[in-house]
């Protein structure tokens, strides 16, 4: 393989690029000058050294702006701590904050479980949330996936997973209200939907 196809390959493994998409891109590269493809290798470089994972809620944040391991969201203390809001990815995390109508804490799974999918525990934290919720006093926890079918396989999965758990403390257990459409994925409802999803939430004990 030359570095054409090399690089379209690594391409295709981005979320949503096709193998024709990758080809534009490497394409693209190729018209640029040296001081933006010198750029691009320096920022591809150093993002892993900048940017670091939350302890508490796995989000990625960049590292200058805390000493700890700990995010700024999760470092303010005056976030309602009795509410815990899960999100599957970490580009959800900025569509929720826009809306202004959410004030707890977050937790990202890393991911969604696909139908049919057999060891979900190695595809989303479902420990580290459960081990969260056993440290923390939280009333409720809000499930907030996408609104098509991997979404909502999670959402059951997430539940049952921590419904001995949320039986236990004695924790309300929310999902979306879905003034989302069906099959849209929440990085792509507009603020105002999502903030009445949010408000609209449906409760249920576990
Ligand atoms: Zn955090």
Redesign the pocket.
Known sequence: MNSVQKLTKLFSDFPGIGPRQAKRFVYFLLTRDNEYLGQLVELVEGLKRDVSV??????Y?PKNVSKTN??????DPNKDKSKLLVLARDVDFEHIEKTGVYDG??FVLGGSVPILDKDPEKRIRLRELSRRIEKDSIDELIVAMNANPDGENTEEIVRSYLRPITELKNITVSTLGRGLSTGVELEYSDSETLKSALEGRRRSQF
């Not at 939350?54 to 989000?59: A, D, F, T, V, W």
């Open positions: 939350c302890s508490e809620c796995y989000r944040y700990i995010c700024p969201t999760c470092a804490y977050y």
